[in-house]
């Protein structure tokens, strides 16, 4: 079963930057696409970012546009999402996935974990 393990989230001020991991485990069948997302106290779980993991084309939410990057590194089946100017709202536990393509569309797999970002003075 494939499942992926998130990394990376931490406390951070207003202003800071981040870099979440994920990494994929188990068994890796091929996936078109990686997806990042999020889910802040009483809402709704949300996309934040997406890579398709052959042509690399990236798509972001309009809140992270231009604040976040997302990566790739098909070899260690790993992507990244580097967080910079980090605010409070981006606070969440952050998740990724494996989707069908980018935009997601359809995700696979079950959710893990996640990875706890936190931004406050």
């Known amino acids: 079963q494939l499942q992926f393990v998130e990394s990376g989230g931490g406390l951070v001020q207003p202003g800071g930057s981040l870099r979440l991991s994920c990494a994929a485990s188990g068994f890796t069948f091929h996936y078109n696409a990686i997806g990042w997302f999020r889910q802040a106290p009483g809402k709704e779980r949300e996309g934040v970012s997406c890579?398709?993991?052959?042509?690399?084309?990236?798509d972001y939410a309009d809140s992270v546009k231009g604040r976040f990057t997302i990566s790739r590194d098909n070899a260690k089946n790993t992507a990244y999402l580097q967080m910079n100017s980090l605010k409070p709202e981006d606070t969440a536990v952050y998740y990724c996935?494996?989707?069908?393509?980018?935009?997601?569309?359809?995700?696979?797999?079950?959710w893990g974990q996640g990875t706890q970002v936190t931004v406050s003075s």
């Open positions: 996935a494996a989707a069908l393509n980018c935009p997601v569309t359809v995700r696979f797999g079950s």
């Open positions: 890579i398709s993991i052959n042509s690399g084309r990236t």
